[in-house]
């Protein structure tokens, strides 16, 4: 998909090892613009049609989350817990999922097994909806404590004290 001198996007498509013709045979020169086999152009609005078989998208989508759950998750997460055995435990349940939200369910199991808190699936932000896209954070700075076994709040960001929708969840009231 390119884009033209108009920055439309614009396919071209001919048969591979093959010279586009310079002319019709019939009607002399060839539109470039006119979607068709001798102009190679494609009809992006009207003639593609995008086939996706959900079963093997959903198998594709279980694997890679869980590819990344594994390489993303908090190696004190990781103790004691064997990544490889809760997708084997798992993975013959894919058969039975017909929709993403089953995905998502699915997927959520098996981060609960991790037993950390804040793991989970979500469908992405539709178009239109209220969120930018970007995973929110609770507007803190930590750093691990050894000696008390656990994380200590080095800094809490302020945001904007006069108007609370853009105060981070930490400096909330309530």
């Known amino acids: 998909v390119l884009l033209d001198e108009g920055g439309e996007r614009v396919l071209r498509a001919f048969e591979a090892g ?3 013709p310079d002319e019709d045979e019939d009607e002399g020169e060839i539109d470039p613009d006119r979607p ?3 102009s190679g152009l494609v009809d992006l609005d009207g003639r593609v049609v995008l086939e996706v078989d959900l079963r ?3 198998a594709q989508m279980f694997h890679e989350a869980w590819a990344a759950t594994e390489a993303k998750v908090h190696p004190s997460v990781l103790e004691g817990v064997d990544m490889a055995a809760i997708r084997e ?13 089953e995905l998502l369910d699915l997927l959520g199991e098996m981060q609960a097994e991790l037993g ?21 954070f609770l507007g803190a700075e930590t750093e691990w404590d050894a000696g008390a076994g656990g ?5 809490c960001l302020r945001g904007l004290p ?7 969840p930490l400096a909330r009231a309530g």
Do not use: I
Not at 128 to 135: K, R
Not at 162 to 168: I, L, S, T, V
């Open 18 to 20: 093959a010279k586009p």
């Open 36 to 38: 068709g086999d001798l």
């Open 56 to 58: 093997r998208e959903w």
């Open 89 to 101: 435990a798992y993975s013959p349940l894919l058969g039975r999922v017909n929709c993403l939200h």
């Open 116 to 136: 950390a808190s804040h793991a989970g699936a979500a469908p992405a932000e539709e178009e239109g909806g209220d969120g930018d896209g970007m995973q929110g």
């Open 151 to 155: 994380w200590r709040l080095t800094r």
């Open 162 to 168: 006069w108007d609370e929708r853009f105060a981070p």
